[in-house]
């Protein structure tokens, strides 16, 4: 069931350093929300930190609440790998296993997480799971094949397949298209459209074109100068935010004045 995601004055720091500050958004469930804004406003660190990625980096810390169906991803009872698996991302670059069949790479959610299926389970997961991502039919026959031949995009709907199998809630997707060609692009777009009638999906994207094609809210990040944290700006539906945004510096970004 996917859920809504309700964030209240979220400060990120890595170590002294204030990234984001002060970030107050909700959003929606079974929607596709875009994050965009200039390179190094604090988008992507955003991003992870809604299913704290972010903390692989050493002295990474939060303050404030991010609350996924009223429970605090970063409470003292908060297991950061139950976060991970609640809410799947998918990264910039295609990153398959490069050694793992097109079968394991799929699975291998499901592995990190230490469950163990039956064969015909396993079977029926990697079906429905790269039936989500639009893969099957592409691959059902080469399913022992390694994850690394396939083309750039299919390996993106792997990953897509790999962040499904486990069938969380939510999905982030760090700029899934940027390393794809238009083609790619287009196919993991209409993907988006779909899964969203099943997930809760947040997508940083440069592309302009791109969040106002697939996303039905939109979020506008920024930051005053070089030194200074990112933040979120104005947010909401995104043909008001294209049309008619409230603050100057939106309209400023999406007309392409800067970023």
Not at 128 to 147: I, M, N, S, T, Y
Not at 153 to 162: D, K, M, S, T, Y
Not at 219 to 234: D, H, I, M, T, Y
Request: glycine share 8%; aromatic share 6%; charged share 25%.
């Amino acid at each position: 069931m996917a859920k809504s995601i309700d964030v209240s004055d979220l400060n990120i720091y890595y170590g002294d350093f204030l990234a984001v500050e002060g970030v107050n958004i909700t959003i929606p469930a079974k929607s596709v929300t875009a994050f965009i804004g200039p390179s190094g406003c604090g988008k992507s660190t955003f991003l992870r930190s809604l299913n704290r990625m972010h903390e692989v980096i050493k002295g990474a810390h939060v303050d404030g609440k991010v609350l996924v169906d009223g429970n605090d991803l970063y409470g003292a009872d908060m297991d950061p790998v139950n976060v991970r698996r609640l809410i799947g991302m998918v990264f910039q670059r295609p990153n398959p296993f490069p050694t793992m069949s097109i079968y394991d790479n799929v699975l291998a959610g499901q592995k990190l997480n230490s469950k163990k299926l039956k064969k015909s389970e396993a079977d029926t997961t990697v079906e429905r799971a790269l039936r989500q991502a639009g893969l099957w039919a592409e691959v059902k026959d080469r399913l022992e094949r390694p994850g690394s031949g396939l083309s750039g995009g299919q390996q993106q709907r792997l990953c897509i397949a790999r962040a499904v199998a486990v069938q969380p809630e939510i999905l982030l997707m760090d700029e899934p298209c940027s390393a794809l060609d238009p083609i790619s692009t287009s196919v993991i777009e209409d993907l988006i459209h779909e899964l969203k009638t099943e997930y809760t999906i947040v997508i940083v994207t440069h592309n302009m074109q791109q969040a106002a094609r697939v996303s039905d809210d939109t979020a506008f990040f920024n930051l005053a100068g070089v030194g200074q944290p990112g933040k979120l700006v104005e947010s909401g539906r995104t043909e008001k935010i294209f049309s008619n945004p409230d603050n100057p510096a939106t309209e400023a970004y999406i007309q392409g004045r800067f970023g």
